[in-house]
């Protein structure tokens, strides 16, 4: 269950009569997100707007099975009430943010660039015991400025449409549903020194995963593309870059 707050100084906050929107037996909800998004361009909204071609995205993270779960819907202002639109489940077989480790996530304006930003939690997939041992446990990472736009255009796929599984297999992850209308996928993968990004279908789907590789490291690292499916596959193009060093204060 998630409540909305009103404030019109943001001192002195107001609670909604009514929760804003709740589905039963989803557990607890942790770090609950609503904001808007645009329908007609890739530009993130300031929370107040309430008027154009917009939708908004409720975002919980589910105790349960720590993981984040959006719906995309409309906001009723004047009932402080909101309903999912018939494109996704809502719960714990809905849509998520991230198909690997990645929880209780948050989002927020920048006006500066006109972009909705979100910061995520990647936590470890050791056991506790082996956090002590390394000193720390978990990394804060946000998504591409263009991550809820990506998410929206998902919703215009069409039921006829064919669709195939992108199997990603590390330490921690998961099955994906990717559209394959067009029998192509693509895919980008960022590489850190303890974590992997991948971004299937342009983004519409992600995978978050911690690593920290004994063998691989600098010059001993490599990237192979291997195919254990049944049907050809031919890579058109093939790219790689290393990534700048950080910014450090």
Known sequence: MAHLYQSRDFMKWT???????????????????FYLVSLDCENGLETSVMTGNIKHVLKVSLDETRYEY???GTYFPKKDSYVPDNTSLDGRA???YDYG?????????????????????????????????????GIQIWMPNNFVATRVQMFKVGSSLEKNKLWYKPSFAGFVDVDLADNKLSLR?????????????????????RVYPTLAVLKN????????GSETIIIESLNAWSMGNPLMN
Not at 16 to 24: E, F, G, T, V
Not at 189 to 209: M, N, P, Y
Not at 221 to 228: I, P, R, S, T
């Open 15 to 33: 609670k909604a009569q009514h929760p804003l929107h709740s589905s039963a037996m989803t557990g607890m909800w942790e770090c609950p997100d």
């Open 94 to 96: 809905g849509l998520r």
């Open 70 to 72: 959006y719906t995309i």
């Open 101 to 137: 480790n990645f929880y209780a996530s948050k989002t927020f304006f920048d006006a500066s660039r006109n972009r909705r930003i979100l910061w995520g939690w990647v936590n470890e997939s050791d056991a506790s015991n082996e956090d002590v041992k390394k000193g720390w446990a």
């Open 221 to 228: 690292a490599h990237l192979y593309a291997f195919n254990n």
């Open 189 to 209: 993968s960022l590489i850190d020194h303890s974590i992997v990004e991948s971004f299937g279908a342009r983004g519409k789907t992600c995978i978050t995963s």
